[in-house]
C-alpha cells in the first residue's frame, strides 16, 4: 500500500525506473512533474509504464503544463487526476515514497 | 527488521550533482542523534554513494564515503542496497565503502511497508 510519486524525468537508471520495478499490485503510482512525459505513447519508457499491475494516476495540470495530450496515452489504465484527488491518494496510502531528479 | 516508529532514509541520487546525498546522510545523523531508530536503503543512482576511494576534494567537495563511513559511531546498522540496481550500475563486485544488505525488489516492499515513515533524498 505504497504511493509511488514520480516526479523525475523518465530516462534509463532514473527513479521513474526503480518506481516501475518497485511498484506491486496494492501500490499506486502517480505521475507529476515531468514524469508525465513517460504518457507520451512513443516515448522509450511508455511500455514499461503499462506493463505496471497498480493503478496509475496522473496530475492533469502538469500534464496540460507540458502539452502531453491526455487522448495520445491511449490507454485506460490511467486515471487523470487534480491536486485533490493527489490528497486523497496520499492520505489512503500508508506510505509515500517520491522519486525525484 | 525495524520496530515499527523506525523512519526509512531512500538514498537515490549520486554522492556528487546535487546536494541530495549529503542533505540525505545529515538528516539521518540528526534523527541517530536523538536515539529516533533509523533504516537507510540505496536504490538507483543513490548505490554510487557507496563507491571506496571517493577523493572528491579534486572537485571542491568533501568525500561523501567518509561521511558514510561516520554512520558507524552513530549505531547505525540497518543498511540496506537495492541487488538489482547493483546488478544494472556494475557494483556487484566492486568494494563499498560501507556493509549493505542486498534486498530483492518484494524484500524492498517489504522494508517500505514496515517504517512509519519514509523519507526520500
Known sequence: MTLHIVSCNPQPGSGFDTACQLAQKTDALLLVGNGVYSLLPNHTSHAQLLAINCPIYALMDDLNARGVPEAATGSQMIHYVDYQEWVNLAALHPQNVSWFD | ?121
Not at chain 2, 523512519?7 to 534523527?31: C, K, N, W, Y
Not at chain 2, 568533501?62 to 549505531?75: F, I, N, T, V
Not at chain 2, 540496481?85 to 556487484?92: A, H, I, Q, Y
Request: charged share 15%; with cysteine; proline share 4%.
Open chain 2, 1 to 121: 527488521m525495524a520496530d515499527k516508529k523506525s523512519t526509512l532514509f531512500v538514498m537515490q541520487h549520486a554522492p556528487i550533482g546535487s546536494r541530495s546525498a549529503r542533505d540525505g546522510v545529515e538528516a539521518l545523523m540528526a534523527f541517530a542523534a536523538f536515539e529516533q531508530p533509523v533504516s537507510i536503503l540505496f536504490v538507483g543512482q543513490g548505490a554510487f554513494q557507496l563507491l571506496q576511494n571517493q577523493a572528491s576534494e579534486a572537485v571542491g567537495l568533501k568525500p561523501h564515503s567518509k561521511l558514510l563511513a561516520a554512520l558507524a559511531l552513530y549505531d547505525i546498522d540497518n543498511i540496506y542496497i537495492c541487488a538489482q540496481t547493483l546488478k544494472e550500475l556494475g557494483l556487484s563486485n566492486q568494494p563499498l565503502c560501507i556493509s549493505a544488505q542486498p534486498l530483492a525488489a518484494s524484500e524492498i516492499n517489504d522494508l517500505i511497508a514496515e517504517h512509519q515513515s519514509v523519507l526520500c533524498f
